[in-house]
């Protein structure tokens, strides 16, 4: 079995230290990839950090208390017969820059030159991918509750080293044919996941579309309700244990509904020029394919910079209102939800949002999103359009100051100038922090994205 | 009887047989190369090197024919057919030298002989200098093929003749009933109808080259109907009867008198009295079964080329030497990508494929765009008088992956290159319209008709 190296994770785009608070594993006590070894203050959160290696935990490098930068190796997994004198005599080495993997650290004398060739902690929790350290264990998504903005108490996962034959995911330039990278912009597959056959690594179709057909079932389970059959023999009741994510959004909901004074405001909107838009783009060459979501993101993105009130967080004694819009976008899962974000919407064309978030909300559902993938929301919208609902209120998630909750595109009679017609119509309900905004600023919000996917040109400006 | 001892023992000198043994020579292997001809087996004596001499030489007629489009006053002129056959043989007899001087040049003995195979480690060799063994602690078997007849059919190369017969006779018939409208049969329905035979091509399928694209076929079919070349698709031969002054062909359809049949009707591989069953070695109906890296279903020993299976083409063989040589070197080559094979015939116009047909796409359930340039549009094909024929682009509608391509025209043979190279690299039609063409060339009309998928054909 071989030895991993647990190293202090970079949970957050800013952090460069995190101080440990407690060892819940000791030293000597026997670990399991997934188990929680330890929490981590960092400046935004306390965070669960997850083992990635299976073995004893034999050194514990950094004490409770203390504080280690980002990338150091803060304790040793192994079996009790492995030799890892080399690593726990080395302290905690400064963190080698993650563009510069080969770069010594400037630790002391021999024992850190030892380490040195292997000293190459990544910057983010690695990505599950095949060619890793047999240890490494799934990764649980650090995963974002509806309701927890910042990544608070969701489990992390302690680095675990490596070697890693590509730089991991969303590192460095992928090599693939045009043909492969087509494919997976189309099938929503991260090339940095997937492994090339061809000559020197590079990746080819054959490669894309194994990694699209390997992507777990949830990934492609449309909104189809399914017939189960009715079990009437069966004990009246079962109790389920809750999945980590489960427990997470019970434990934020209440922490977002209670002290967060809601209020909502609905707005319908005619979508038939937006429709015939999207068929329109929709049907030229070479184009992604835009849905209902992406008109409702670029709508929301133009009209935040316009309502800065609504783009906006509470902050105790002040307000921040932000300068971009980055929407989280709610992704139903199996066992929960996950709000990736999509950052600095503001600045993308329809088309870049559509490739996008469509690739954000595949790797949510393949649980291969990275950490600073999953905060930094200024707003967030939640569409529950596919399931055909006209319309519902949804929780915001705190910090955020507001979320929009979108409906079903149904077709239904309207009144028109010469008489009854045929319509297009949707519903979108904002809730909004009463603490940050009123009624009138959450309303004159919706009636700037209205009026926009009502003349959707202007989305293409 | 002496024996003597190699690291490989190559059976058959054709292009795929002298190809892995130069490949395993370069790779540190000592090698013997046994062959019962001349170095480079049929492809090199008999098939593609003699026949593009030949159909060299009808394009040479043809031109004078046409030499007054050009301005060029001739007061008659002779085509010597025997001279054509004599320069065709002199042409082979140069490259055979060249395989021999390879040969050489990396240290292959080549023993003259035929070889049998005797066990998984062991060639016997009988040919005018007696016999001896020769040992191998791997054996390449690259023995070819053959004409075939229709049942009841003798070849007798008289007036029954095959190609092997079509490329010695120094004598050309008045008239000639082709069977078979492969890329063999219309090969030489070029040849002979260019020197003034009257000729007739037989086909049981639909189409004349059959295996191409359907507009491919119908285009050169119009083509040939101009040059007076007869065709009946579709008809079946019951007999072939040779007389003293010629041979009567009955068919589904009638009967046809000419003074020889040319029998095209494709080629067997040569698995027999190779030593094949006693050794144990598995058979896919009739021919070699090989892995992917060429080894049959018996350890150490190899096949290679037309014997390991469809398609029966030298570039096909050549291809399978070099998997074969490396991966007895203890090397992971690349195993041969079939899907990726060019198809090439060699009449004028000239027909060269790769990849799927039109039908072969929309049948694999593929959204498919095509592109098509006729080379009437093309500044170069004009300028050259060979305006005849197209390019025609298949692709996957919505990644661009180019399925197929097809030309009919000026040296589609060389055209054809740069989308097996496309192939390979998985290029789509974006990176083919991105690769700038120079003007005014032939390969102009494969950009364009790239372009044509993506609806933005400039010249058209």
Known sequence: MAVTKVVMPKLSEAMETGKLIKWIKKEGDRVNGGDILAEVETDKADVEMEAFGSGVLRKILVKEGDTAPVGSLIAVIAEPNDDISSLAGAAAPPPAPAEAPAAAPAGNGKAAAATAPSQRPAAVPPQPKTEDHATVAKTEPAAKSPAGAEAANAPAAAVAEGHREQPGAGEGRVKASPLARKVAAQSGVDLHLVRGSGPGGRIVRKDVEAA???????????????????????????????????????KRMPLSKAPVPHFYVSSEVAMDRAWELREELNGLEGQPKISVNDLVVRACALSLLQHPGVNASFQGDSMRVYHRAHIGIAVALEEGLITPVLRDCHAKSLAQIAV??????????????????????TFSISNLGMYDVTEFSAIINPPEGAILAVGTVRRVPVVEPSGLGVGRRMTMTISCDHRVMDGAMGARFLQDVKRLLEEPLRLLV | MATQKFDVVVVGTGPGGYVSAIRCAQLGLSVAAVEDDRAGGVCLNWGCIPTKALLRNAEVVHLFHRAEEFGIKLSGFEADYAEAIRRSRRVADRMAKGVEFLFRKNKITLVPGRGVVKSATAVEVTGAAGGMTLEGRALILATGSEPRSLPGVTIDEKRVISSNGAVRNETRPGSLVIIGAGAVGVEFADVYSAYGTSVTLLEALPRIVPIEDEEVSAQLARIFTRRKIEMKTGVKVQSVTAGDKGVKVTTDGGTIDAEQVLMAVGRAAKVKDVGLEKLGVAMDRNFVKVSPMMETSVKGVYAIGDMAGAPLLAHKAMAEGVVAAEAIAGKSPRPVDYANVPSCTYC????ASIGMSEAKAKENGRGVTVGKFP???????????????????????TTGEILGVHILGPEATEIIHEFAVGRTLEATLEEIIHTIHAHPTLSE??????????GQAIHL
């Open chain 2, 348 to 351: 004028r116009p000239q027909v």
């Open chain 2, 375 to 397: 080379f009437t549009a093309s500044g170069k094909a004009v300028a050259l008088g060979e305006t005849d024929g197209f390019v025609k682009v298949i692709a996957d509608k």
């Open chain 1, 356 to 377: 996008e978030s469509r690739d954000l909300a595949e790797r949510a559902r393949a649980r291969k999103l990275r950490a600073q993938e999953m905060s930094g929301a």
């Open chain 2, 445 to 454: 009309a494969a950009l364009e008709a790239t372009l044509g998928a993506l």
């Open chain 1, 212 to 250: 699209a057909s390997a992507a777990p079932q949830g990934a492609r389970a449309g909104a189809r309700p399914q017939f189960r059959p009715v079990d009437l023999t069966g004990p009246e009741f079962e109790d389920q244990p809750l999945s980590q994510m489960r427990a997470i959004i019970a």
